[in-house]
């Protein structure tokens, strides 16, 4: 357990760290520091803090910088999260008002929006399709043989498609379809689109099986589409000191590219929680060089998309946690207002 004087001279190292990118040595700490305090104990302060892994020595200067151990112990306990500037809060409520048509497109105004408050690279992910309730389902005819299909969920996911035929299709027979399947699904989980219901309007209607089966098919491969995955300011990164590195570099391109390790990182950790994982806390090993922070955007158990934050350790956590917060925030009263809209 470390006692307040070390634990504010940690806190002075990491902020110094995060602001300058340099190792942090006593005399920059003893100037720093409010209170009178001499030299030697900073320094035998900082060697405790080194043997104990929250600092660690570089071989360039005689300086400190943190540990993962160190930063931890900061993200825990030492900062506040109100880094978040009134014009940052003005320009997150003009973004997040704009008329999304879908939760989707809401989600990548969010992870834009915190890409260009924070300067990191952030990456998203809409609402899963399972557990969602069907609100409503719409055939439009687009030719003789082609129809547009979509679904609309009660958190305000769309999914469209186009649906070809190898018969003629007429209006009538789209007015029955829309009518059928709103009267048969709407409030009804998504995942009821399957064999069954395929079987089932097949006896009901007079459609042929050309014209159920392509529906069924077509829709049913929609809603089991893999996750799409938003990406912005990639090149911000490469703008900070430790992207020099060739090597740190070349993970950062690798790790971006990976659909597979994006996913993970962003299906990780429990609905509206920030979670935060430093350096070796990241299961892969290709993460140990960065720190991930994500929440999930969700109201009640409604899944809406997880949004995150990747860069490395010396990150600005107060920036990055305050605004995380207030846009998770601002997603979940903007989703609350339009649902009581819906259903009013």
């Known amino acids: 357990m470390l006692d307040e004087r070390k634990r504010k001279i940690l806190k002075e190292i990491v902020d110094e760290y995060i602001e300058t990118a340099e190792p942090v040595s006593s005399a920059i700490i003893v100037e ?21 892994g929250y600092l660690e020595k570089t071989h360039t200067s005689s300086g400190r910088v943190p540990s993962a151990k160190g930063y931890r112990l900061y993200v825990d306990e030492l900062l506040k999260y109100d880094n ?5 809060i003005k320009y997150i409520q003009e973004k997040l008002q704009n008329k999304a048509n879908s939760i989707e497109e809401l989600t990548k105004i969010a992870t834009t929006t915190l890409s260009e408050i924070t300067h990191y690279t952030t990456v998203s992910i809409g609402p899963k399709t399972t557990g969602q309730m069907i609100e409503e389902i719409k055939f439009v005819l687009l030719g003789n ?3 547009m299909g979509i679904i609309v969920t009660d958190t305000g996911l769309v999914r469209e498609t186009i649906i070809k035929f190898d018969e003629d299709i007429t209006e009538e027979q789209v007015e029955t379809l829309n009518y059928f399947f709103n009267t048969k699904l709407k409030g009804e989980p998504i995942e009821k689109i399957d064999d069954s219901l395929e079987k089932y ?16 098919e077509q829709m049913r491969k929609l809603i089991e589409d893999e996750e799409k995955i938003y990406l912005e ?17 070349k993970n950062f391109v690798n790790l971006l590219d990976t659909k597979e390790l994006m996913l993970d990182i962003l299906n990780t950790g ?12 990241n ?7 960065f720190s991930i922070v994500t929440f999930k955007h969700s109201v009640g158990d409604k899944d809406l998309g997880t949004i995150g934050i990747i860069g490395p350790r010396r990150m600005n956590y107060s920036k990055v946690i305050s605004v995380m917060k207030y846009i998770s925030k601002k997603l979940n009263e903007d989703f609350e207002e339009k649902h009581n809209k819906l259903n009013n």
Not at 233 to 249: H, Q, R, V
């Open 283 to 289: 299961d892969n090993d290709e993460l140990k060089d």
């Open 84 to 88: 978040i500037s009134l014009e940052e």
């Open 201 to 216: 309007i097949f006896r009901e209607l007079k459609c042929s099986i050309n014209i159920i089966k392509p529906i069924i």
């Open 233 to 249: 300011g990639a090149n911000k990164s490469f703008e900070l000191p430790e992207f020099k590195s060739l090597d740190l570099a």
């Open 145 to 147: 043989r082609m129809l």
């Open 270 to 281: 429990f609905a509206e929680d920030i979670q935060i994982y430093i350096g070796d806390e």
């Open 32 to 52: 720093k520091y409010e209170n009178n305090i001499s030299s030697a104990t900073v320094r035998n302060d900082m060697a405790e803090l080194e043997k104990a």
